[in-house]
């Protein structure tokens, strides 16, 4: 049985270096011998990082016969002449040990010591690699779909990778054997095993990409400075350039669009908002907001809140499809922004479209409304109680709720 042997096998695809595969070697048959005689102190094992040939050696002092005194460490005169006939007294004994010499149980032991080290050997190669490189950009092939998790094969490494389904983008349907890309978020050790987590969710998937497709990035001509995502729904991107000359925010896009329609149609049609970076916070707030026009902006620095006007037919820009809009724009900016309708006659308010309240109703609850025919606030409290509920299929207890939320607008204003 050659534990060398046995070495190269359990070894294979497990990415051991050399100088570890001869550390690992030396310690079991070292071990193997404390077994046997008590003590490696007098024994040499030399391992061949080359080949991986191994031999054993004992090495005792020859002393004349009848001296001998510690068996351990000396050998009489008449038993070294059995190895070498030159031998001398005063000089060393060198004796080649065998497999065979240990016995077929220690040799057995010894075998399953091995492929016991090399296997931790081969988890903390994975787990050190695979932390080295979070945030990182992975692409692996889909190799089992499970319950809860894409079970991912790495395509640089063969190694297995997890792809959490909350950790996959809405609207992501892969099939066994598509190629997927993400982000390594994080390494767990779950039952002393290396899970590698792996996340298309993750600001630093965008982050990637965006390197991937703006060669200004990668250069370092063009930083980004800050990521906000609702995944497969909406980001905004905040970058800015050391380079005068170079506009960020149309260096990201492309020409036509060609450098982000990529990135747009690999996140399930996110739509990515790029805005120019600066210390500036009004204008930032205003930049943050887009695609909708702020009339003006009222700050408080030390409550981090912004105020901000606009026309009646921005705000609903501003807020964006269930808020979205502007939750990403006060987590760009790092302050709770809170829109008004800025008009010009102070005593008559103008009514406000339903959609508008995506962010306090329910779209369900919403879509009833505009069935009977209500497409604005004013036009569902000119209804009463009864005969809302009369109409539509929803409850007096949520219909109160509704109009109190619609009512509360016109009194704010």
């Known amino acids: 049985m050659n534990l060398v042997d046995s ?4 070894k294979a695809g497990k990415n051991i270096d050399r100088p ?11 071990s193997l011998i404390r077994k046997k005689f008590g003590s490696d102190e007098n024994f040499d094992v030399i391992v061949n990082d080359q080949t991986g040939d191994l031999e054993m050696w004992r090495i005792r002092d020859i002393v004349s016969d009848g001296e001998v005194t510690d068996e351990l460490s000396q050998i009489s005169i008449s038993e070294a002449l059995a190895f070498d006939e030159d031998y001398e007294v005063g000089e060393e004994c060198y004796e080649q040990l065998e497999l065979e010499d240990f ?13 016991s080290k090399v296997m931790e050997l081969a988890k903390d190669e994975i787990y050190k690699r695979y932390s080295s490189r979070v945030g990182e950009m992975v692409l692996g092939e889909v190799h089992q779909i499970l319950k809860r998790e894409f079970l991912i094969v790495d395509d640089a490494t063969d190694n297995e990778i997890l792809l959490p389904r909350n950790e996959a983008i809405r609207g992501d349907f892969f099939r066994k054997g598509d190629m997927v890309k993400g982000v390594i978020k994080k390494v767990e050790m779950k039952n002393n095993n290396p899970v590698v987590i792996m996340s298309r969710t993750d600001e630093r998937f965008l982050e990637k990409l965006m390197e991937q497709e703006v060669p200004e990035i990668e250069d370092g001509l063009i930083t980004i400075k800050q990521i906000v ?5 909406r980001a905004k991107v905040a970058v800015e350039s050391y380079d005068d000359r170079i506009d960020p925010v149309g260096a990201c896009v492309g020409m036509k669009g060609s450098r982000i329609h990529g990135i747009v149609r690999e996140l399930k049609n996110e739509n990515i908002d790029i805005v120019n970076y600066t210390k500036n916070v009004s204008l930032y707030i205003q930049r943050s907001l887009t695609p909708a026009k702020v009339s003006s902006i009222k700050l408080d620095d030390e409550k981090m809140t912004a105020a901000v006007f606009l026309q009646p037919d921005q705000v609903s820009l501003a807020i964006g499809r ?3 809009n502007i939750k990403l724009a006060s987590k760009l900016t790092g302050y709770e922004i809170d829109v008004y309708r800025d008009t010009d006659d102070e005593t008559e308010f ?44 929803l409850e007096e207890e949520t219909v109160s709720e509704v109009l109190k939320i619609l009512a509360s607008e016109f009194e704010e204003n």
């Open 7 to 10: 070495f190269s096998e359990f």
């Open 350 to 393: 103008e009514d406000v479209d339903l959609d508008e309240f995506a962010d306090e109703i329910e779209g369900w609850i919403l879509e009833q409304l505009k069935g009977i025919g209500c497409d604005t606030a004013k036009s569902v409290l000119e209804l009463s109680i009864p005969e809302l509920i009369r109409r539509t299929d």
């Open 322 to 324: 269930g808020g979205s």
């Open 103 to 115: 016995g077929r149980r220690s040799v057995q032991a010894a075998r399953q010591t091995l492929i």
């Open 229 to 233: 995502r609702i995944p497969g729904d």
């Open 20 to 30: 570890t595969m001869v550390r690992v070697l030396e310690d079991v048959f070292n």
